[in-house]
């Protein structure tokens, strides 16, 4: 719509500077040697965590470069986050699902407390997606703070997405108060369809501040997202004959999407190439993966990653049958070299896995 729009998001895949971007343009690696270099003292006496020290870096980098408005993701709940030092003009949470549970809960009120933290006195907060268990968190809350609340999905009834595997967009219609609008996504996972409900509702109400934002800067927004943000490994296609894909999902919620995905894709044998964490719940995740695949099991090149042997023998139990190749890269060109131009084959399981990824 013409305005200038920091962009602060984690964790990155390529390069540290993807995580703080102005109209889809990375912070200059100089940027980040400055912002260190000039605040050295102040830091070395705070001793922040290198994701609190990253959010100052963003939010100075947005204030010196005078961005009109800022999106903001939260790290890791919401409450307790280095982000919610902000008062915004806008919260919206996505979807809550049990992840994280060591931090934030072990069952979705819990988590939903946490995340309901960024709600903040008077500044309207949409929720993408209504649950029984949740809903009555997020109504306390907001009512404590006389926040507006919106349930986005409650106004917002988007319809499945029409996806071609050789197209990069995937149609949705969308039924609001004026009747049925059409909508073309460039982000092609069916998760997206939750995600949807809840962009339409947030732009609603900040067009009441910020005029600029016309339906038809909305339609060209969202078949631009990639172009305008940069975003990748949210559903991204690698190559056709065979089709592989790969995705960042990795809890149970994540993990059952992408096998939905899956199932909607034409494919004559599926290859499954997975790393996780070794910090998840596992047991929730394998049983959901597909038990008629070939597997192969990786793991990332971080200490927060679960060994690929170990990885393995958690898959047997779980009825899922395959080989061990720690490295992604060499699992893929493997795989590559004996699948056939029908099969499927799908890199995920983990952010880190998929950020290892060459050709990404």
Same mark, same amino acid.
């Given at each position: 719509?013409?305005?200038? $729009?920091?962009?602060?998001?984690?964790? /990155?895949?390529?390069?540290?500077?993807?995580?703080?971007?102005?109209?889809?343009?990375?912070?200059?690696?100089?940027? $980040?040697?400055?912002f260190?270099?000039q605040?050295k003292?102040?830091?070395?006496?705070?001793?922040?965590?290198?994701?609190e020290?990253?959010?100052?870096?963003?939010?100075? !980098?947005?204030?010196?470069?005078? $961005?009109?408005?800022a999106?903001?993701?939260?790290?890791?709940?919401?409450?307790l986050?280095?982000t919610?030092?902000i008062?915004?003009?806008?919260?919206? =949470?996505?979807?809550?699902?049990?992840? /994280?549970?060591?931090?934030?809960?072990?069952?979705?009120?819990?988590?939903?407390?946490?995340?309901?933290?960024?709600?903040?006195?008077?500044?309207?907060?949409?929720?993408?997606?209504?649950?029984?268990e949740?809903?009555?968190v997020?109504?306390?809350v907001?009512?404590?703070? /006389?926040?507006?609340? !919106?349930?986005?999905?409650?106004?917002?009834h988007?319809?499945?997405?029409?996806?071609?595997?050789?197209?990069?967009?995937?149609?949705?219609? $969308?039924?609001?108060?004026?009747?049925?609008?059409?909508?073309?996504m460039?982000?092609l996972?069916?998760?997206q369809?939750?995600?949807l409900?809840?962009?339409?509702?947030?732009?609603?109400?900040?067009?009441?501040?910020?005029?600029?934002?016309?339906?038809?800067?909305?339609?060209?927004?969202?078949?631009?997202i990639?172009? +305008?943000?940069?975003?990748?490994g949210?559903?991204?296609?690698?190559?056709e /004959?065979?089709?592989?894909y790969?995705?960042?999902?990795?809890n149970?919620?994540g993990?059952?999407?992408?096998?939905?995905?899956?199932?909607?894709?034409?494919?004559?044998?599926? !290859?499954?190439i997975?790393?996780?964490? +070794?910090?998840?719940?596992?047991?929730?995740?394998?049983?959901?993966?597909?038990?008629?695949?070939?597997?192969?099991?990786?793991?990332?090149?971080?200490?927060?990653?679960?060994?690929?042997?170990?990885?393995?023998?958690?898959?047997?139990?779980?009825g899922?049958q395959g080989?061990?190749?720690?490295?992604?890269n060499?699992a893929?060109?493997? =795989?590559?070299?004996?699948?056939?131009?029908?099969?499927?084959?799908?890199?995920?399981?983990?952010?880190?896995?998929?950020?290892?990824?060459? +050709?990404?």
């Open positions: 719509a013409g305005y200038k $729009v920091g962009l602060y998001t984690s964790p /990155h895949l390529k390069s540290f500077t993807e995580r703080i971007k102005i109209n889809g343009e990375e912070i200059g690696e100089e940027g $980040v040697v400055s260190v270099s605040n003292e102040f830091l070395e006496q705070l001793k922040p965590s290198f994701f020290m990253t959010v100052g870096m963003a939010f100075d !980098y947005f204030a010196r470069q005078k $961005v009109d408005c999106v903001i993701e939260v790290g890791l709940g919401g409450r986050d280095s919610n030092v008062v915004p003009e806008l919260n919206v =949470i996505t979807n809550i699902g049990l992840d /994280h549970v060591q931090f934030l809960g072990s069952t979705l009120p819990l988590i939903a407390g946490e995340k309901a933290g960024i709600i903040k006195d008077g500044v309207p907060v949409v929720i993408s997606e209504t649950h029984p949740t809903q009555p997020f109504e306390k907001a009512g404590d703070r /006389h926040a507006p609340l !919106y349930f986005a999905d409650q106004k917002f988007v319809q499945e997405g029409i996806f071609d595997p050789y197209k990069s967009f995937v149609e949705y219609k $969308v039924r609001e108060k004026h009747g049925l609008v059409v909508y073309q460039d982000l996972g069916h998760y369809k939750k995600n409900a809840g962009i339409l509702q947030a732009l609603e109400v900040l067009r009441e501040k910020m005029p600029g934002i016309g339906q038809e800067a909305i339609v060209r927004g969202l078949s631009r990639i172009a +305008n943000t940069g975003l990748k949210r559903w991204q296609k690698l190559g /004959h065979p089709f592989v790969c995705d960042t999902g990795h149970a919620e993990i059952a999407m992408i096998v939905q995905q899956i199932k909607s894709i034409s494919h004559r044998h599926l !290859y499954m997975m790393g996780m964490s +070794n910090d998840k719940d596992l047991q929730p995740v394998l049983s959901l993966l597909p038990k008629e695949a070939t597997y192969v099991f990786c793991e990332a090149k971080l200490p927060r990653a679960l060994s690929a042997i170990t990885l393995s023998k958690m898959a047997r139990e779980a899922l080989r061990v190749e720690p490295d992604v060499k893929l060109k493997q =795989i590559l070299e004996i699948a056939e131009k029908d099969d499927l084959v799908f890199v995920g399981g983990s952010t880190f896995i998929v950020a290892e990824l060459e +050709n990404l």
